[in-house]
C-alpha cells in the first residue's frame, strides 16, 4: 500500500496545451498580445469581445500608455460594433485615452461627435458623461499651451467648418453641449 502512495505522488505531471499557451503569451511583447487581442476581438462574440477589449485596455492604457497611439484608431474602429455594449467600451476607452494623453483631444473629439448620432440612449448617455469629462480636459489642454497648433485648431473645428476661435471656446464642443441640452429637454426622460 506504501508502494501504491508513493507513486502517486512521485508521478509527473506534464502541462496542459492551455498552460503551455499562456506561458507563450506571457513571454510575448505587449504590442504583439494587443494585436493578437483587437485580432481575436473581431472574430469573436460579444461577451469574448469585450473580455478581448477590456485586456487591450488593461495593457495600453494602464501598462503601456506609451501605445495609446499606436492603438487608438483600431480601437475607435469597434464604435461601429452592433453591440451597444461594444460601443460604449469604445466611448470609455476614448475617454481614458483623453485624460492620459491630452493630445488626443483632436482625434477623440470628432469621433465622440459621431457618435452622438447613436440610436442605442445607453450609448448617447455615456458619450454626453464623456463629452462632459473631455470638455473640462479640453479647456485646461488649450489653458497649459503656450501655443495654439493647427491639431488644436483642427479639434475646435467640426466637420470641416473653419470657425474662429475665441476666449478658448470650440465649436465641436459647443455642438457637443447644445447636443446634451436639447436631450435634457427632450420627452424621453433615459
Known amino acids: 500500500m506504501d508502494g501504491a502512495r508513493s507513486s502517486e505522488v512521485t508521478r509527473f505531471v506534464p ?7 499562456e506561458n507563450a503569451q506571457e513571454s510575448e511583447p505587449v504590442s ?7 485580432n481575436e476581438a473581431q472574430l469573436v ?21 506609451d501605445l ?17 455594449d461594444v460601443r460604449k467600451f469604445v466611448v ?23 457618435m452622438m ?15 462632459i469629462q473631455l470638455y473640462r480636459l479640453a479647456l485646461l489642454y488649450i489653458a497649459k499651451s503656450k501655443s495654439f497648433s493647427a491639431d488644436m485648431q483642427d479639434m475646435w473645428e467640426v466637420r470641416g467648418l473653419h470657425v474662429c476661435v475665441s476666449f ?3 465649436q465641436a464642443l459647443k455642438e457637443g453641449k ?5 436631450m435634457c429637454d427632450s420627452a424621453n426622460d433615459g
Open 15 to 21: 502541462l496542459g496545451a492551455q498552460q503551455e499557451d
Open 32 to 38: 504583439a498580445k494587443v494585436i493578437r487581442l483587437l
Open 45 to 65: 462574440g460579444k461577451d469574448k469581445k469585450l473580455d478581448c477589449l477590456h485586456k487591450v485596455k488593461e495593457l495600453v492604457v494602464r501598462s503601456k500608455p
Open 68 to 84: 495609446l497611439d499606436s492603438f487608438l484608431d483600431e480601437v475607435i474602429a469597434f464604435q461601429q460594433d452592433p453591440v451597444a
Open 92 to 114: 470609455g476607452f476614448m475617454e481614458e485615452a483623453c485624460k492620459i494623453d491630452s493630445g488626443l483631444l483632436s482625434r477623440v473629439i470628432p469621433m465622440l461627435g459621431y
Open 117 to 131: 448620432r447613436d440610436e442605442n440612449i445607453g450609448v448617447l448617455k455615456r458619450v454626453v458623461v464623456c463629452f
Open 168 to 170: 478658448m471656446c470650440s
Open 178 to 182: 447644445q447636443q446634451v441640452l436639447d
